[in-house]
């Protein structure tokens, strides 16, 4: 075989059981295929570092997102527990007497964004929908986040059914803006509109009560985004032009089973050193980037313009974190946004009317 025949091209292997032949799957069919509630005695708590659970909660998990969901190591046992004692992460479950996991949900620390924890893997197993069980799991997890000391909690509720949107506005969770194009089609399930991207919403809650906080406010969102802090109860200031900028820094991540490229940035010098070629070179494997801007740096203004020339758009911000307040901006490397398909609670609609408002001016 001529190896030369191969340049150029690319192989995915994607396992679905990990080394010791844990199969997700299977397990579901044979131990975990159920249909009927057995009752109706249900408790809210943190799992436990059991075998057993851990993967009554995998199949639980997988039962809603197959393979698909983003955190791979939680589709193994060994991965899920070394994600249980890392101290950065939570994981919470509602069950019954009879032992059946009925739901699921987490809270996941990054490297950035800290104090703000994401609210995610939320699952109900459809044969006990319509007990609100998800309520008490969210209100449960909202209660000790405070306890663990956190700042407050962000999601990502999905912008393709309007129910994740409802609940967690019920319980405190203000919106934010979006991240369009975030979920690859197979993630949607029933919800899968032929091979088209999905979209979520953005949303936080914040316990503590948060200093002034100076910030970049491009004159062209000013009015969104001082609406957006406010509904967060974040006193802002914006910069005075002539304010030195601060050192910046850079950092890309590609998820490669999503086709997505997430950057945190700060400032405008990086800028300078970051090599066009190359950065083309890797975004050729995905669909879409994410963008996170520091705001609290006076040199991300410059930033800001040069990515909006490059076709970056703003679509919201998560604010509070102890790190930074972030401005989000994506782009879609060619794609189109068919904001017909995005669906919104009448709070999310707001937002994205404007950030469709500001996306066409610009």
């Not at 104090?115 to 197993?125: E, F, N, Q, W």
């Not at 017909?340 to 950030?355: D, F, G, R």
Request: glycine share 8%.
């Amino acid at each position: 075989m001529d190896i030369r025949a191969g340049l150029g091209q690319t192989m995915t292997f994607e396992f679905t059981f990990d080394a010791t032949g844990f199969d997700v799957a299977s397990i579901c069919r044979d131990h975990y295929d159920e249909t009927t509630l057995l009752d109706n005695h249900i408790t809210i708590r943190p799992v436990k570092d059991d075998e057993e659970e851990i993967v009554a909660v995998i199949a639980c998990i997988h039962s809603a997102y197959g393979y698909h969901y983003a955190r791979e190591t939680l589709y193994s046992p060994d991965g899920f527990r070394a994600q249980l004692v890392s101290g950065k992460y939570h994981s919470y479950v509602a069950v019954n007497e009879s032992g059946q996991v009925l739901a699921h949900a987490s809270l996941s620390e990054g490297s950035s964004m800290v104090g703000l924890p994401d609210l995610g893997a939320l699952v109900t197993k459809p044969f006990c929908r319509g007990l609100h069980i998800a309520e008490r799991l969210v209100a449960y997890i909202l209660e000790d986040a405070k306890r663990l000391g956190y700042r407050g909690v962000r999601a990502e509720p999905v912008a393709f059914h309007p129910y994740t949107q409802k609940l967690f506005c019920a319980l405190g969770l203000e919106p934010t803006g979006f991240l369009f194009h975030e979920l690859n089609p197979e993630t949607a399930g029933v919800y899968r509109d032929g091979e088209r991207r999905l979209d979520l919403g953005l949303a936080q809650v914040l316990f503590t009560p948060q200093a002034l906080r100076e910030v970049i406010l491009p004159p062209e969102h000013e009015s969104f985004l001082r609406e957006r802090f406010q509904a967060l109860n974040i006193p802002i200031h914006p910069f005075a032009e002539d304010a030195p900028p601060k050192p910046g820094y850079f950092h890309k991540s590609i998820h490669h089973g999503m086709r997505l490229c997430t950057i945190f940035a700060s400032g405008s010098d990086w800028m300078a050193g970051e090599s066009l070629t190359k950065t083309q070179r890797e975004l050729a494997c995905v669909d879409n980037v994410d963008l996170y801007l520091d705001m609290n740096n006076p040199g991300s203004m410059e930033a800001y313009r040069r990515l909006q020339k490059l076709g970056f758009f703003v679509t919201g911000v998560v604010a509070g974190a102890s790190d930074a307040d972030y401005l989000v901006m994506q782009h879609f490397l060619g794609s189109q946004l068919d904001e017909s398909k995005v669906v919104c609670e009448p709070s999310y609609q707001t937002i994205l009317a404007q950030v469709l408002a500001h996306r066409t001016r610009s």
